[in-house]
Nanobody
Framework: QVHVVESGGGLVQPGGTLNLSCSVSGHTLSLTAMGWYRQTPGKQREMVATITANDRTKYSDSVKGRFTISMDYRANTVYMHMNSLKPDDTGTYYC????????????????WGQGTLVTVSS
């Protein structure tokens, strides 16, 4: 079974920093991309940052310049450094791993973790 596990969430003050990590295991298909999404109850899930196996990155405009995504392909792990956090960054952050049966970057089926809660508040 494929397992996707996030960690690093917590309570931080505005302007603070936080580091999230996520690892995928139990997979036999190729890891083609990983990413982070966040969700607040009653709202649609929002893409925060993604990275492909060939190091193409995308960021939400709201976090560009503050968050940095990176991936250790051999360790099957994605990281996100979150800087200058704002109350609007509050939400449950979900990690996704895209697995495909062909070695093509950003191709395949998405698997999701259980989420880690980030709360930015004074």
């Amino acid at each position: 079974q494929v397992h996707v596990v996030e960690s690093g969430g917590g309570l931080v003050q505005p302007g603070g920093t936080l580091n999230l990590s996520c690892s995928v295991s139990g997979h036999t298909l190729s890891l083609t991309a990983m990413g982070w999404y966040r969700q607040t109850p009653g709202k649609q899930r929002e893409m925060v940052a993604t990275i492909t196996a060939n190091d193409r990155t995308k960021y939400s405009d709201s976090v560009k310049g503050r968050f940095t995504i990176s991936m250790d392909y051999r360790a099957n792990t994605v990281y996100m450094h979150m800087n200058s956090l704002k109350p609007d960054d509050t939400g449950t952050y979900y990690c996704t791993a895209r697995l495909g049966n062909l070695p093509i970057a950003n191709y395949g089926t998405d698997y999701w973790g259980q989420g880690t809660l980030v709360t930015v508040s004074s």
